[in-house]
């Protein structure tokens, strides 16, 4: 059973900044992103990043141009940095690790993590 914890979430103003962070497994060669379920909304795609690191990455429209993910391998972590949050990022962050790669990353995703929160005040 591979386990993914996240950490990071908090509260920030809008236009703030925070850096979320996945400790995720061990072993295995697996895609990485976060989903966010805002309150009130389902579970939606944030970012995706491939095994092999920046060069395969996928985001949704809303955060692009905000938001970056990253990884490092050798710390098994894969990153979140948002920047420029607006209230409507308020969320839980869920992480999530995924056999199949960027382009089929979906809620479907084989293990997630408890989720984070994160709130942007206005």
């Known amino acids: 059973q591979v386990q993914l914890v996240e950490s990071g979430g908090g509260t920030v103003q809008t236009g703030g900044s925070l850096r979320l962070s996945c400790a995720g497994p061990t072993s295995g060669a697996y895609t990485m992103g976060w989903f966010r379920r805002p309150p009130g909304k389902e579970r939606e795609f944030v970012a995706a990043i491939s095994y092999l690191g920046s060069s395969n990455t996928g985001y949704a429209d809303s955060v692009k141009g905000r938001f970056t993910i990253s990884r490092d391998n050798a710390k098994n972590t894969v990153y979140l940095q948002m920047d420029s949050l607006k209230p409507e990022d308020t969320a839980v962050y869920y992480c999530?690790?995924?056999?199949?790669?960027?382009?089929?990353?979906?809620?479907?995703?084989?293990?997630w993590g408890q989720g984070t929160l994160v709130t942007v005040s206005s």
């Open positions: 999530a690790a995924d056999s199949r790669g960027v382009g089929k990353f979906s809620k479907s995703a084989d293990f």
